[in-house]
């Protein structure tokens, strides 16, 4: 009895969550970590990256930046 309740429980749950828009910097992460998997990588290797950590890096870079270096030119 409870295994039936358990599942429309999660299955609302999960339509739920998934009709919640995504973000644009989240779209923005996703294209960058497989356009970077997309150039980097090659077929006969394995590869394994993480988008989230690189953007974190690039975001402290950025913070501690000044002047020239934080406007790019």
């Known amino acids: 009895m409870k295994f039936p309740t358990l599942v429309v429980l999660f299955t609302t749950a999960t339509i739920a969550f998934a009709a919640e828009p995504v973000s644009p910097a989240?779209?923005?992460l996703n294209s960058f970590g497989l356009d970077l998997i997309r150039t980097a990588?090659?077929?006969t290797n394995n590869f394994l990256i993480s988008p989230y950590s690189m953007q974190s890096a690039l975001a402290m870079t950025y913070a501690g930046a000044?002047?020239?270096n934080r406007k790019g030119s």
């Open 26 to 28: 989240a779209n923005a």
């Open 41 to 43: 990588s090659q077929p």
């Open 66 to 68: 000044d002047g020239v």
